[in-house]
């Protein structure tokens, strides 16, 4: 049986939602085990199942599945494998790296697959968020808990990115990619191998990773909402042409744009909000 979702975005307070923080809560009305590939993602991504027994298997490239009740998924390369026999639903909030840093006082790497909350978080921070999941009747009560871990951690960041590369991230994810790493360096005044150190060190991966995953974010987002020519979207976003949008689209997505838009874009032209099942 396909699984059926409905989606909410939920309302953050306004210092939260200018960070670009976005969480969502997806509950499962149809029943049915849940199967996807979830393509690799420009933002860092929690995920708090609701319910006691719902557990999430997920599986990255060379990494071995684990089940997790609550997970992080870290900016990568590769798309990540995800299922469940029981999905009631979830808490998905998504994090921009340098907020995420804040929050886990760390980087994640996306080769590092899925982490359990309770080890990034540790149990004291982690252990409300997980038993307000639990109580699937009440997701208000979750997202509070999320919104009071974030402005606490935010406040007391000890592991503050640099100003420098707050600019850089932003300057990529505003150009959806098309701006170079050497313009970086020189807009900053650094090295380019000074500005790739420093970026690693603060956000996970290259700059020049994350350029890509800029212009294939947009691309997919595109694919996926309009009715447009693959190859004029391939223009509009910055690849050299229709052959090169398809290859990344395979090794980010794990489909080509023809498939991620046959999977998909029924569900939204029909007003239907499941993205996930």
Not at 2 to 14: D, G, Y
Not at 92 to 110: C, D, K, Q, W
Not at 256 to 268: G, K, T
Request: aromatic share 6%; glycine share 8%; proline share 6%.
């Amino acid at each position: 049986m396909p699984t059926t979702w409905t989606v909410q975005r939920q309302i953050l307070p306004p210092e939260l939602a200018r960070l670009g923080v976005d969480v969502m809560t997806y509950r499962n009305i149809g029943g049915g085990s849940y199967r996807s590939v979830e393509p690799a993602a420009i933002d860092v991504v929690v995920v708090i199942g609701f319910g006691n027994d719902s557990r999430w298997r997920i599986a990255a490239p060379s990494k071995p599945a684990g089940s997790h009740r609550a997970f992080a998924a870290g900016l990568g390369m590769r798309p990540l494998a995800a299922g469940s026999e029981r999905p009631f639903g979830c808490l998905e909030i998504r994090l921009p790296p340098t907020v995420a840093r804040a929050l886990f006082r760390t980087t994640i790497s996306g080769s590092d697959g899925a982490i359990d909350l309770d080890t990034l978080l540790g149990q004291r921070a982690a252990g409300p968020l997980i038993d307000s999941a639990a109580e699937e009747s009440d997701p208000q009560r979750l997202v509070a808990e999320v919104v009071r871990l974030l402005a606490c951690r935010l406040a007391d960041d000890s592991t503050h990115v640099r100003s420098e590369i707050q600019w850089a991230w932003r300057r990529i994810v505003q150009s959806a990619g098309r701006i170079s790493v050497r313009r970086l360096a020189d807009e900053i005044g650094w090295s380019e191998r000074h500005l790739a150190g420093r970026f690693r060190n603060d956000i996970g991966l290259a700059p020049k990773a994350a350029t890509r995953l800029a212009r294939f974010s947009l691309a997919y987002r595109r694919v996926i909402a309009s009715a447009d020519p693959l190859a004029s979207i391939a223009a509009d976003t910055g690849f050299s042409d229709q052959s090169h949008m398809n290859r990344e689209f395979k090794a980010l997505s794990g489909a080509s744009p023809a498939a991620v838009r046959r999977a998909l874009l029924p569900d939204v032209f029909t007003g239907n909000q499941d993205l996930r099942g």
